[in-house]
């Protein structure tokens, strides 16, 4: 015979049965309201912190090349691939809070960053923190000299290749620091960046001296681009570390849009000394000459002239040399992001530089090993796809 469940127990049973439910729904509630009120959840007030970066991979084809001629993966050499993080954050009364970390990629190895002078730099593009305003802005570790800023920002089509040796080697011979293996950036390095009246932005910038590695460094630049034209001069002076010897470099020019197109002018004097108590000292002359100019909505083609005029090259009166570089470079965009570019560029030398065995590196056409020599002359060609984010 079956027993008739008692109607208190049954109803007791229900509530027993239902309360591991309520206790779950009351501290999940709890466990929110908790990590609401933690303070990596008011993200509101949380600094912007951003990944950014370019993904950028050619098949490179150079000519006349010590190591062996022929055909390479290389990351480049129209854009430089680098990936980093980048930040701010809002202090009150105008003043912000800023820092970059970034490191050169090389797509084919999977390598990041470089050695300069035997110093492994995983953040070799920059590594620096900031304080400013909508005026003034201060920035203190590895970045770019205030000269290099404006010889990308405005006086060069190509925004100096950002960081390339193969394309633009005539700048980077000249610019960069002789001193310190053609470093494109400056350790130990304080820099003030200044937007004046009108538009007008000025820039100074020092490095101090890293015993044993280099010498101290100073720049400025003064610089106004419009949407209609762009003005910018610079000075720059390296010094080797434990000497006397120096490198003073200087430029100015600008850039125009002519219809569609935007035409660039640029000069740069530098001198360099190659030896101390040397007397003389090498000087280069250079005029580069660019144009940027879009075809369709998605095809855009920049091209470019460099001429170096050295002389006293290696310090030795009466030694004269000449360095030309021409570029053509072509862009489809598929997208925002997404891009192919291609394009052919050639490097030659001429008279004593022909011979100057620094020169001759930077392009490839000296062993290290045996110091045997390919050529004067080097052309490549370059196929690529880039990506931005």
Known sequence: MNTPKHPILSTQARRNSAAPILMSRKTCLAAAL???????AVAQDAPSVQLFGNVAVSALNLSHQANGTGTRMVSGPWTAASYGLRGSEA???GLTASFR???SLDLPTGGAGRTVLGSAKHFDKAAWVGLGNQQVNLTAGRQLHAGIDRIAETLDVFHANADGKLLLSILALNATNTFGGFDTRVDDAVKLRAQLPGGVK?????????????????????????PAYGLGAYVLRYNSDGTQLQQNTWGLGGNVLVGKARLYAHYMDATHDKSAGGATEQTNQVWGLGVAMPITPALSMKAAYYRDSASSVGGTAGREGKRNTVALMGDYAFSKRTSLNFGVFRNSLSGALAADPTSLAVLGLIDPATRSVSGSATTGVAVGLNHRF
């Open 91 to 93: 202090l009150g009364g």
């Open 101 to 103: 970390l970034e490191s």
């Open 202 to 226: 000025l820039g100074v910038s020092h490095a101090f001296a890293s015993a044993g590695r280099v010498g101290r460094s100073q720049s400025a630049d003064l610089g106004l681009q419009t």
């Open 34 to 40: 908790l990590m609401g009120s933690a303070p990596w």
